[in-house]
């Protein structure tokens, strides 16, 4: 069975059609690659949280979809608002992923440590805010692909063990 995602990518000005989405358009190519993933949705919006926020709501609570992924809005702009959206409509904080990319992408560039990107759970759905490269989206999946389809079934009730004797 497939997990269900939803793209959003937070960009003022490719809103505007003054930039060319390049990361969302990435994250599908990653994904559908992989096999495992279903992208049933895909936006590309202002930086606007409160639209942010209204969405996430939307894919998790009516479109129960597993997995959400944005990029962009993860910096220090007073307009990137991506993770006080996600984490307004949080149940719960899966730091650990966050951190992990914070960490690998570290050892890639010291830019990564002004990355505000966060991962949570809002019911059976896991959002995780990516940064808007194209070469850091690349990057960041890669990081946190061996594990996702295992935290998503442990989050799923699919898999029930998560250590190993």
Do not use: W
Not at 64 to 69: A, D, P, R, V
Request: glycine content about 10%; aromatic content about 4%.
């Amino acid at each position: 069975m497939k997990y269900t995602v939803g793209i959003i990518t937070l960009s003022d000005k490719g809103s505007k059609g003054l930039r060319e989405d390049k990361s969302g358009p990435a994250i599908r190519e990653i994904l559908e690659a992989d096999g495992r993933f279903d992208v049933l949705e895909q936006f590309l919006f202002s930086d606007d949280r409160e639209n942010l926020e209204r969405e996430l709501v939307r894919l998790c609570d009516e479109e129960k979809l597993n997995l959400i992924l944005t990029t962009g809005g993860t910096g220090l702009s007073p307009r990137d608002n991506a993770p006080e959206a996600t984490l307004a409509v949080a149940d719960r904080q899966v730091p650990g992923i966050a951190e992990y990319m914070r960490a690998r992408s570290f050892e890639i560039t010291p830019k990564a440590m002004l990355s505000r990107g966060v991962s949570v759970m809002r019911g059976s759905s896991l959002i995780i805010n990516l940064p808007g490269s194209t070469k850091a989206v690349r990057e960041n999946l890669g990081f946190i692909m061996p594990a996702l389809g295992h935290g998503l079934d442990i989050m799923l009730g699919r898999d029930g063990e998560c250590g190993s004797d």
